[in-house]
């Protein structure tokens, strides 16, 4: 099961279906299943994980909390959290010229990722992930190369 929690209410029902869908086309594009929990925060809070976590006193758009080790598949089924952060990643839509869903879709599938093992620290393992999420991208019906302003 793939759950929204969005307390402050900053996504609308129809956004966090769309989420729903954007973690299962990334869980299932390595044909697994499973659940995890994407959570909805705003800018103080995520940045306040970042520094708890990542030691990094800045806000961020996504972070991601596994269950497993890279590479492992957890005996549970529970992935772990992604969270994000829609007021940040407004400010990087807009900056972008592509729709807000769009990014939203494309930070909730790179943490997926990152709940799944991939990584992009070196070169090569940033091209595997970011070729990763085009294509559940194009699957979910969102074109990374379309304007969408």
Not at 59 to 74: A, H, R, W, Y
Not at 91 to 119: C, W
Request: charged share 25%; aromatic share 6%.
């Amino acid at each position: 099961m793939i759950s929204v929690y969005d307390e402050a209410c900053l996504l609308t029902a129809l956004q966090k279906g769309r989420l729903q869908k954007a973690a299962a086309l990334a869980l299932n594009s390595e044909g697994l299943l499973g659940g995890l929990d994407i959570s909805v925060v705003d800018r103080s809070s995520i940045r306040l994980l970042n520094l708890t976590n990542r030691g990094i006193d800045e806000e961020t758009d996504v972070l991601s909390f596994p269950t497993v080790e890279s590479g492992q598949i957890p005996e549970d089924g529970f992935w772990g959290d992604v969270v994000i952060c829609p007021e940040y990643i407004k400010t990087q839509a807009e900056l972008s010229g592509k729709e807000l869903i769009f990014e939203l879709a494309l930070l909730v599938i790179h943490g997926v990722l990152h709940l799944m093992g991939y990584d992009h620290s070196a070169c090569e393992d940033e091209a595997r992930m970011f070729r990763a999420q085009r294509q559940i991208l194009e699957r979910a019906g969102l074109d990374y190369e379309a304007d969408d302003s």
